[in-house]
Nanobody, 126 residues
Framework: QVQLVESGGGSVQTGGSLRLSCAASGRAFSSYVMGWFRQAPGKEREFVSA????????YYADSVKGRFTISRDNAKNTVFLQMNTLTPEDTAVYYCAAKMATYFTDITNKLAYDDWGQGTQVTVSS
């Protein structure tokens, strides 16, 4: 089990940028596939991005591809989400999640993740 704490959320205007961080505690952080999800008011929690154990492979939802970048620093037990060119449609609570896995599969399925952070609010105004 790993404990996750997100930070870096806030309020920005359309076209702005934010960088989210997710600090993990517990052992074997590098054994986890890490993902970011988001949930807007009245909507289901949706997949945003995921990254493999050593950061070699990444995957993005179509809605954020080309604007968001996921990365990780295993030495610091931290995963990041750089978000650029933000729009009001990106407004949501963003959650970090960890998936103990052998293969980089089923990464868009929120039910496949084992541990979750408490979330950080991102608000984009027009």
């Amino acid at each position: 089990q790993v404990q996750l704490v997100e930070s870096g959320g806030g309020s920005v205007q359309t076209g702005g940028s934010l960088r989210l961080s997710c600090a993990a505690s517990g052992r074997a952080f590098s054994s986890y596939v890490m993902g970011w999800f988001r949930q807007a008011p009245g909507k289901e929690r949706e997949f945003v991005s995921a990254i493999t154990w050593r950061g070699v492979r990444t995957y993005y939802a179509d809605s954020v591809k080309g604007r968001f970048t996921i990365s990780r620093d295993n030495a610091k037990n931290t995963v990041f989400l750089q978000m650029n060119t933000l729009t009001p449609e990106d407004t949501a609570v963003y959650y970090c999640a960890a998936k103990m896995a052998t293969y980089f599969t089923d990464i868009t399925n929120k039910l496949a993740y084992d541990d979750w952070g408490q979330g950080t609010q991102v608000t984009v105004s027009s």
